[in-house]
């Protein structure tokens, strides 16, 4: 039940970022994109560059902040997977990014707390490729 909960509570904070990252012009072309590795939150174009966005939801920062569970590890899965959707989609030429929303929630407040950090981490691991 937990689990259940917990997915539901973070694609509330992924429907929030993309609001949030549609206000600030961005266009979203996927959401929870699948992959054999894992999920890519959500995939946007700032301009000309392809962004790569991890969500972080936490109802408090009792654990520390949404953000910093996007430890090294993360970092290199996420790069794996974006290098994946790339390729897929003939993508390679093209510059690329990675940026983390943060979002802190709490159960008593209609608005989250939004952390947008941009250009968060290069990419990491034996599948970098150049922004």
Not at 4 to 19: H, M, T
Not at 77 to 88: D, F, I, P, S
Not at 112 to 130: D, L, M, R, S
Request: glycine content about 6%.
């Amino acid at each position: 039940m937990r689990r259940i909960w917990n997915k539901l509570f973070g694609d509330r904070g992924e429907r929030a970022a993309v609001k949030y990252l549609k206000k600030l012009g961005f266009r979203i072309v996927a959401q929870q994109y699948s992959t054999p590795w894992g999920e890519l939150d959500i995939v946007a174009i700032d301009g000309q560059v392809i962004v790569f966005v991890e969500v972080k939801t936490r109802k408090t920062i009792v654990a520390g902040h949404p953000f910093e569970a996007v430890t090294r590890e993360k970092q290199m899965k996420l790069t794996r997977m974006a290098l994946a959707y790339l390729k897929r989609y003939k993508l390679l030429d093209y510059s690329a990014r990675f940026d983390v929303i943060s979002i802190l929630w709490p159960d008593e407040s209609r608005t989250p707390e939004i952390t947008h950090i941009c250009n968060a981490f290069e990419p990491v691991g034996k599948w970098q490729f150049f922004s």
